[in-house]
């Protein structure tokens, strides 16, 4: 079992769709970040949590550290958000650096 | 400021051989990470250096290596390549360490023939 599952692996949604991605993790964590990734392989860092939510724009991620799970809504979708979103954690080292841990990505596509 | 950037940008390289890619941080940022990325493992990370120190490193043979300069600059080498190493090579770079925000460059794309 990898340590950190996302789900759903493939979403489509119609544009303006509320869309929800889910990702779980097996280790006790410092940090968790959400990452987006579009065609070409650029990544970019769309947030980084330890606790509660945060909000940017449409988008919106919380983490419940009890139940080792974070979501990453997006509200009102638009085609642009199109890519692939990583979830990635970072373990309980107790310092400021570490490796992370990544999901397998989940593969969004919105259509017009 | 310039974003993280990652020399060269697509390489062919031949099993056996060795290669080298460079990194360079976004000014100010000591943390560099690299990470392997391909479609069947997905993202995984190689090792980190902060201010010239590996402070970290992954599950990953020791054909895979590392250093950091006193500018920060970043080089990973990888030596007798095997097909498997095809990937996308990318590098972040953080103020602080892998645990907090960091900035992704470009990648490198290394195909081994």
């Known amino acids: 079992k990898n340590e950190v599952e996302q789900s759903p692996q493939n979403l489509t949604a119609q544009e303006g769709e509320f869309i929800t991605i889910n990702c779980s993790y097996s280790v006790g964590i410092s940090a968790l970040h959400w990452l987006q990734q579009h065609p070409g392989g650029g990544i970019v860092s769309l947030f980084m949590l330890s606790s509660g939510k945060k909000k940017h724009g449409r988008l919106i991620a919380t983490i419940n550290i009890q139940e080792k799970h974070s979501s990453l809504h997006i509200t009102a979708s638009h085609p642009r958000d199109s890519a692939v979103y990583i979830c990635a954690v970072r373990d309980a080292g107790g310092t400021s650096y570490g490796k992370l841990t990544f999901g397998q990505g989940t593969i969004l596509t919105v259509h017009p | 400021k310039a974003g993280v950037t990652q020399t060269p940008r697509y390489l062919i390289k031949t099993r056996g051989q060795q290669v080298t890619l460079s990194c360079s941080p976004i000014?100010?940022?000591?943390?560099v990470s690299w990470y392997q990325q391909t479609p069947g493992q997905g993202l995984q990370f190689l090792f980190e250096y902060f201010s010239e120190t590996q402070r970290n490193k992954g599950n990953f043979p020791g054909r895979f290596s590392g250093r950091q300069f006193s500018n920060s600059r970043s080089e990973m080498n990888v030596s007798t390549l095997e097909l498997g190493d095809s990937a996308l090579y990318l590098c972040a770079s953080s103020d602080t360490g892998a645990s907090y925000e960091q900035y992704f460059g470009p990648g490198t794309r290394l195909t081994v023939t």
């Open positions: 000014s100010g940022h000591r943390s």
